[in-house]
């Protein structure tokens, strides 16, 4: 089964507003990573958070992680249009072999 | 970063016929693996795909349905066997490498089994 839940499962918001999506996992992790899909399409590298580090940002995303929680959150700041896409949590669950677990998404709608 | 290439990008194909997809990468990598992600679902992982020996499967998956082949360090080949409407999946290829943990996907191969 998969280890990552996500919530909310969909979001609709305005143009401008932020948008947070939350991730909860099961097991220790070295890292988790934030993915961006477009309409069924490939996944988009978003941002990676390493198990020590508490907050990361890039642009307009702001990642938190807590891991006595088991929890991270993303959020995306004065969205667009074109941030519309489905974002996927995945962890390594604490291995070093690459493979990752995905949480079940959310979907993003940004309404212009 | 790695750019990765993946061929095709969809198909339509018949029941009981295979496919294979293939996964181009534009630098050595040291990792190499296929999802599978069901139409509506997250992805799962298929396998990992071992240079030069047989491919690592997770549960549920096996080699005879889903035979992958990974002949170097940059390509890779996996075939959807006798497929079933039940396959009708996007298949992701996707890297890691020596020096980054980050994992970057290919475009995926959208498949629907008719």
């Known amino acids: 089964s998969q280890q990552g839940e996500e919530d909310p499962q969909a979001l609709s918001i305005q143009e401008g507003e932020n948008a947070t999506m939350n991730c909860s996992y099961k097991t220790s992790i070295n890292n988790l990573q934030w993915y961006r899909q477009n309409s069924g399409r490939g996944l988009v590298h978003l941002i990676l958070i390493r198990s020590n580090e508490r907050e990361k940002h890039s642009g307009r995303l702001r990642v938190t992680l807590d891991t006595s929680k088991k929890s991270s959150s993303l959020l995306i700041t004065a969205s667009r249009a074109a941030d519309t896409a489905s974002y996927f949590c995945a962890t390594d669950g604490s291995s070093n072999t690459g493979k990752l677990i995905f949480g079940q998404g959310t979907t993003l709608q940004v309404k212009p | 970063s790695a750019v990765i290439s993946q061929k095709p990008s969809r198909d339509i194909c018949q029941r009981g016929t295979s496919l294979t997809i293939q996964c181009q990468v534009d630098?050595?990598?040291?990792?190499m693996f296929w999802y599978r992600q069901q139409p509506g679902q997250s992805l799962t992982l298929i396998a990992t795909?071992?240079?030069?020996?047989?491919?690592?499967?997770e549960s549920g998956f096996v080699i005879d349905k889903f035979p992958i082949s990974r002949p170097n360090l940059t390509f890779s080949t996996l075939t959807v066997s006798n497929m079933s409407p039940e396959d009708s999946s996007i298949y992701l290829c996707?890297?890691?490498?020596?020096?980054?943990?980050?994992?970057?996907f290919g475009q995926g191969t959208r498949l629907t089994v008719v």
């Open positions: 996707s890297v890691t490498g020596t020096g980054y943990n980050e994992a970057f």
């Open positions: 795909a071992n240079q030069g020996s047989e491919a690592t499967y």
């Open positions: 630098s050595q990598v040291t990792m």
